[in-house]
């Protein structure tokens, strides 16, 4: 079963407004990851949130993390075109550790 | 420079094929690994190396043997292709194991579409 799973699965707003991507987890982390993927491209790393953290900044991105209800949140504020992509949550799993990664939520922003 | 390159970047080829997929990273780091994402956005670990050495292997079909000859390269020989076997492969590595939090580096994949 997946670890991370995203929510929504789609969402499309127009330039200029704010874009929030939720995450929920099933088992306990010491770490939540996000990533974006642009169409036809390789992952890349947005920002990593620690158990220990509530809340963590880069750039216009905001990430909420609540160990409580197992679940973070991806805020994008004042969105442009080019964050149009794919974006997923990663969590680490078991014993190993082994990264889950979600089914990612789609953003599409218009212009 | 590219952090993590993988060649090719498309293929196509038929049923019951041998092919592979090449992939080094120029970043230093201990870990490698192969992904495969669906047509669905799935992603799923399929192997992990840490310096050289096998460390994850998952319930993949023993048609796919991965290789590190260093800790810089990790290829991916795919046996006797399967339809099934179309997706796209993506190459990674990080600084050392993923859990511990390490940022995953990825390549920009390789589609692979077996007729």
């Known amino acids: 079963s997946q670890q991370g799973e995203e929510d929504p699965q789609a969402l499309s707003i127009q330039e200029g407004e704010n874009a929030t991507m939720n995450c929920s987890y099933k088992?306990?982390?010491?770490?939540l990851q996000w990533y974006r993927q642009n169409s036809g491209r390789g992952l890349v790393h947005l920002i990593l949130?620690?158990?220990?953290?509530r809340e963590k900044h880069s750039g216009r991105l905001r990430v909420t993390l609540d160990t409580s209800k197992k679940s973070s949140s991806l805020l994008i504020t004042a969105s442009r075109a080019a964050d149009t992509a794919s974006y997923f949550c990663a969590t680490p799993s078991g014993n190993t550790g082994k990264l889950i990664f979600g089914q990612g939520t789609t953003l599409q922003v218009k212009p | 420079d590219t952090a993590v390159s993988q060649t090719p970047k498309y293929l196509v080829t038929q049923m019951g094929n041998d092919k592979s997929i090449k992939c080094e990273q120029n970043?230093?780091?201990?870990?490698m690994y192969w992904y495969k994402q669906d047509s669905k956005k799935f992603l799923k670990i399929m192997f992990s190396?840490?310096?050289?050495?096998?460390?994850i292997n998952e319930t993949v079909p023993n048609r796919f043997s991965p290789k590190s000859p260093d800790k810089a390269h990790l290829n991916l020989h795919i046996n006797s292709l399967e339809l099934g076997d179309s997706a796209v492969y993506f190459c990674?590595?990080?600084?050392?194991?993923?859990?511990?939090?390490?940022?995953?580096?990825f390549g920009e994949g390789s589609w692979l579409t077996v007729v």
């Open positions: 190396y840490n310096n050289k050495e096998l460390i």
């Open positions: 990674a590595s990080s600084q050392a194991w993923q859990g511990s939090g390490n940022t995953i580096y």
């Open positions: 088992t306990s982390i010491n770490n």
């Open positions: 949130i620690r158990s220990n953290e």
């Open positions: 970043l230093g780091h201990d870990t």
